[in-house]
């Protein structure tokens, strides 16, 4: 089985644990498993949440001028989530930031499930729980398979 299947899979079972015991959401049932997988990559978990940052803040923005709730609210963040990601990953190689070139944005609907649970619950409380569910599912990782993982 592919690592990041067992990973997204910890991390369905790590962040159910935490809904229930914390009553936290960790940005997305799958999003813990995926930032497992990155989190020897710090770049690339930073420039994630800069995406979903940068998500939250146009939705929120766009809310004020526009009818955006329920659903219309959940796909528009996802929508805008990928499209930023989209953008980020076309001019990944033209920026001249210094970081490692093997930075990337996580997933397709990451960001925009992390910026969903920013705008529900809170961004403290969303980052704590989601980089707090994503240490413990790769402590897991390393423990029962027994060597360093990457993506």
Do not use: C, K
């Amino acid at each position: 089985m592919p690592m990041l299947a067992i990973a997204i899979g910890m991390g369905l079972a790590v962040s159910l644990v935490f809904t229930e015991l914390f009553g936290l959401a960790a940005g997305g049932m799958v999003v813990p498993g995926y930032f497992a997988m990155f989190l020897n990559h710090p770049w690339t978990v930073m420039l994630t949440l800069g995406v979903a940052l940068v998500t939250f803040l146009l939705v929120r923005t766009l809310a004020s001028v526009m009818i955006i709730f329920g659903r219309r609210r959940t796909v528009m963040m996802i929508l805008i989530g990928y499209l930023l990601g989209a953008v980020v990953r076309m001019f990944q190689g033209t920026l001249t930031v210094e970081a490692p070139a093997d930075v990337q944005v996580i997933g397709y609907i990451v960001p925009g499930l992390i910026a969903i649970w920013i705008d529900r619950q809170g961004m403290m409380e969303t980052l704590a729980a989601l980089l707090t569910a994503s240490v413990v599912v790769r402590l897991l990782l390393i423990i029962f398979l027994g060597a360093e993982l990457s993506p």
